[in-house]
């Protein structure tokens, strides 16, 4: 071993035996190869039932939920509703709208906004459906920490199982996490780094204590007979990294010598959420409707949503049938469903063609936020700071 004991005391009490007296003698001696501090293999995890699968910081992979207790039976059908439409905008709201979008862009000119003359508005209202599956999966890992006293309950007892540990769900569709300690997995294992020994080689000195002196390179003397002042003619100075010790504190136990080792429970809910936005044929690319509401027609929340009924739009009903399947069967795999949403909403969308200077041009003014697009803007300037 690299170094001895001369207490019980954990972290206290190493000393390095080639330099314990720092006479120079013991100073002037090689440094030990710092291959021949090399650290053990990391502790071997005991194993415990339920949790075979555990490996240390990679996780366990998934863990399988328990099948649900009962199934939900499906709605009846709701009366069908074809008439769905939301009034259109006046022509002083899609100007307002216009003349706010331009104040808030630097290099746009208002002029466009308050000058331009409106010739036609027409008014577009597309469907978009949304499904929420609100999900929690469970993995589990070994972990390890310092020894601080903790309880150390290991066999004595059977641990819960991951499935039946008791964790505290956020409000539903709302991501959250949770670390959980699983219980009766702590156990006590010696230090794999500093082989129990609360203290590692300096790699600064290799374990010396003390290195070559720079300023007379070894030889104990600057020019001709005179002694190095740095060293006292030694030829070697005290390590600053480790100051001189030859050690430096484990970092992995801290000083502390042996390691809690136990398992953590994670458990993620995640709130995995789809869209289908029926195609329309304003002009208006969809991805801008990612972040506006529209008029809401159907919410619905339950354990497990059952596809729309009775709607006007077999896109919606084919949309909905769609993802339905397609989150009951990839989600619950992983996870265990906790509740299902889905809404439909009417986005309206109008679009605005306007004259200004003698030429045509146009924009869109959409959802319940009257948020404008105008991509091709005609008063545009760069600006500059002077």
């Keep these: 071993m690299a170094y001895q004991s001369t207490s019980d005391t954990p972290g206290h009490g190493f000393v390095n035996p080639g330099f314990a007296t720092h006479d120079v003698g013991a100073a002037m001696g090689a440094p030990p190869p710092a291959d021949s501090y090399g650290p053990s293999a990391p ?85 978009r459906y949304r499904l929420e599956t609100f999900t929690e999966s469970r993995s589990t890992e070994w972990s390890q920490k310092p020894y601080n006293g903790e309880p150390i309950d290991a066999f004595s007892q059977q641990p819960p199982g991951p499935w039946n540990i008791a964790a505290q769900a956020p409000t539903f569709f709302q991501d959250s996490k949770q670390v959980i300690k699983v219980p009766y997995t702590s156990s006590l294992k010696n230090c794999h780094d500093c082989v129990g020994m609360g203290r590692m080689p300096c790699k600064n000195c290799a374990g010396a204590g003390n290195k070559v002196c720079w300023v007379c390179n070894g030889s104990g003397y600057r020019h001709g007979d005179d002694r190095c002042s740095h060293c006292s003619g030694r030829g070697r100075e005290n390590c600053t990294q480790c100051q001189g010790q030859g050690s430096k504190e484990c970092s992995t136990c801290q000083g502390r010598r042996q390691l809690l080792v136990y398992i953590n429970l994670t458990v993620k809910w995640t709130n995995n959420t789809s869209d289908y936005v029926v195609e329309q044929s304003s002009g208006l690319l969809l991805e801008n409707l990612n972040k506006v509401t529209g008029k809401e027609l159907l919410k619905d929340a339950r354990y497990l949503v059952f596809p729309v009924m009775g709607f006007p739009d077999l896109n919606v009903v084919s949309a909905a049938e769609r993802l339905i399947r397609e989150h009951q069967t990839t989600h619950s795999q992983s996870s265990r469903i906790l509740q299902q949403r889905q809404t439909i909403e009417l986005i309206p969308i109008t679009k605005v063609t306007y004259r200004w200077k003698g030429k045509s041009h146009l924009y869109f003014v959409y959802g319940n936020e009257f948020k404008v697009n105008a991509d091709n803007y005609p008063a545009t300037c760069c600006c500059a700071l002077m």
């Excluded at 502790?43 to 399988?64: I, K, Q």
């Excluded at 509703?81 to 706010?100: M, N, V, Y």
């Excluded at 208002?110 to 469907?127: C, D, H, R």
């Design 43 to 127: 502790p071997m995890f005991d194993s415990v039932p339920g949790y075979e699968g555990t490996v240390a910081g990679g996780g366990g992979g998934f863990l399988p939920p328990p099948m649900p207790s009962f199934p939900e039976s499906p709605p009846q059908p709701e009366p069908s509703q074809p008439h769905w439409t939301i009034p259109s905008i006046t022509e002083d709201t899609a100007r307002g709208a216009f003349a706010l979008y331009a104040s808030s862009k630097c290099c746009y000119s208002s002029s466009p906004a308050k000058n331009g003359v409106i010739s036609n508005m027409e008014a577009f209202n597309t469907y």
